[in-house]
């Protein structure tokens, strides 16, 4: 116990500071040892045994689906790597923009949060690439970020997504899914000799 309070002595006051953030944020989530099912319950709505195995199809497939998404944020939430989906999103909703007028702002927010030194979720690119950004703020356009969006899309689809599938929290969720209630035996058996 004395070794771990000299070693959280010596940590940084950002890196204590950003692990009372998280601690604060996560809440009831961090006094579970593991996170479960009820994580991606929205609402009364549960995804059934179909959807979650969809998910394994694709990546894309398991960011398309709003229970899918909650899944993987909640794991990657258990990881401490939640920075990952939150910049992808944030890249989607940058690309949105109607307004170009707002673009310098939004692209300095995104700049701040996320790719900038110390950036409170700073997410994990190589320098070029950082450089490559860095120098695209100096006129932002829509495509600013793409080269960093496309790196962490790689990152989750070859390693967060992988490890999400292997995870005991994915394979608790296929345990308590349902299958699809709207799904007969017979509905089942023609779907698989088509």
């Not at 009831?28 to 709505?45: A, E, M, V, Y």
């Not at 600013?144 to 790196?151: M, R």
């Amino acid at each position: 116990m004395l070794t771990m309070c000299k070693g959280l002595a010596s940590l940084s006051t950002c890196c204590l500071e950003r692990a009372k953030e998280l601690r604060a944020r996560l809440g009831s989530f961090l006094q579970k040892p593991d996170w479960n099912f009820t994580c991606c319950k929205i609402g009364k709505h549960k995804p059934t045994l179909e959807e979650c195995l969809r998910w394994k199809e694709s990546f894309e497939k398991l960011l398309s689906c709003k229970y899918g998404l909650c899944a993987f944020t909640a794991f990657l939430v258990s990881e401490f790597s939640e920075e990952n989906i939150a910049f992808y999103f944030a890249c989607e909703e940058y690309r949105n923009c109607k307004v170009l007028s707002k673009l310098p702002s939004k692209a300095q927010k995104i700049f701040d949060e996320f790719i900038c030194p110390d950036a409170p979720r700073e997410i994990n690119i190589d320098h070029e690439t950082r450089d490559i950004t860095r120098a695209n703020m100096d006129a932002p356009s829509l495509s600013c970020f793409d080269s960093a969006q496309h790196k962490i899309y790689l990152l989750m689809v070859k390693d967060c997504y992988p490890r999400f599938l292997r995870s005991p929290a994915y394979k608790d969720l296929l345990h308590q899914a349902k299958p699809d209630a709207n799904k007969t035996p017979k509905n089942q058996r023609t779907e698989k000799k088509a």
